[in-house]
């Protein structure tokens, strides 16, 4: 495994779920990891626990907020080397009863929270001719799925954005990337779950089997899994390796 000694790392909604094992993956590489986050319990949990070197509290969809909390992430441990891009979430809703509130709410969370945290990291990491960036985006952003149309455009942007930012960087030293996970072993997905069987009664068992029908692997991906690929893509040797969308999603993509 490539040593990401030296390199301080922010990893947004690092405070469970994937976040919280990517932060775990590469402060087992050897980075100091910064976890962001709008829950200070959590956040205070993955520092104790050391998977991260420390937190900062911020909500991702307020960009001057949130470049103020990196910055002194970045006083206190180094400049950013690595951002991970992974705070968002879902609501369902079928596309008649998705309004525009709840389109602002997925593209604020899950594309403009990408855009901030980026903001806030890139001049920095271009003028040291180094960085890395990966947006945890989701096979939502490669396919469609029902009910979940606002999440779905939010996370089709994102792969967009790093398509096309990965052009505008190629030449910097800084990588832009994205990992796409499929259905995740995480307290999001156990939630969704409880509301789909309070909302039609199914059992869990039976609202989990439609949830992975699609992946060939036949359960969830492990939140492990994910972090994987995302330290994958934040190695020194990976600098060929932008404007890339990664699935970790058993095959279904």
């Known amino acids: 495994m490539a040593s990401l000694e030296?390199?301080?790392?922010?990893?947004?909604?690092?405070?469970?779920?994937?976040?919280?094992?990517?932060a775990r993956a590469l402060s087992?590489?050897?980075?100091?990891?910064?976890?962001?986050?709008?829950?200070?319990?959590a956040l205070a949990d993955a520092a104790a626990a050391g998977d991260a070197a420390g937190y900062v509290i911020a909500d991702v969809t307020d960009a001057r907020?949130?470049?103020q909390e990196i910055e002194r992430?970045?006083?206190?441990?180094?400049?950013?080397?690595?951002?991970?891009?992974?705070?968002?979430a879902a609501e369902s809703a079928p596309f008649a009863k998705s309004d525009d509130a709840l389109f602002r709410r997925m593209i604020d969370l899950n594309l403009m929270g990408v855009v901030h945290a980026t903001h806030a990291v890139l001049a920095g990491m271009i003028a040291r001719g180094f960085g890395r960036i990966v947006a945890v985006a989701s096979?939502?952003?490669?396919?469609?799925?029902?009910?979940?149309?606002?999440?779905?455009?939010?996370?089709?942007?994102?792969?967009?954005?790093?398509?096309?930012?990965?052009?505008?960087?190629?030449?910097?030293?800084?990588?832009?990337?994205?990992?796409?996970?499929?259905?995740?072993?995480?307290?999001?997905?156990?939630?969704?779950?409880?509301r789909i069987g309070q909302k039609t009664?199914?059992?869990?068992?039976?609202?989990?089997a439609a949830m992975i029908?699609?992946?060939?692997?036949?359960?969830?991906?492990?939140?492990?899994?994910?972090a994987a690929a995302v330290l994958a893509l934040c190695a020194a040797d990976a600098s060929a390796m932008t404007g890339e969308t990664l699935a970790v999603a058993g095959g279904e993509v």
């Not at 029908?213 to 899994?225: H, M, Q, V, Y």
């Open 6 to 22: 030296g390199h301080h790392a922010i990893v947004t909604g690092g405070g469970r779920g994937i976040g919280r094992a990517v």
């Open 28 to 41: 087992g590489a050897g980075a100091a990891v910064t976890v962001v986050g709008r829950q200070e319990a």
């Open 65 to 67: 907020a949130l470049r």
């Open 73 to 88: 992430a970045a006083a206190l441990r180094g400049p950013i080397a690595i951002l991970v891009a992974n705070a968002g």
């Open 139 to 194: 096979t939502a952003g490669l396919k469609g799925y029902p009910y979940v149309t606002a999440y779905c455009a939010a996370k089709h942007a994102v792969v967009g954005l790093v398509r096309a930012l990965a052009l505008e960087t190629a030449r910097t030293g800084v990588t832009v990337n994205a990992v796409c996970p499929g259905y995740t072993d995480t307290d999001l997905v156990r939630q969704s779950l409880d």
């Open 201 to 208: 009664g199914r059992p869990r068992e039976e609202a989990l």
């Open 213 to 226: 029908k699609d992946n060939p692997l036949g359960r969830l991906i492990r939140p492990e899994e994910v």
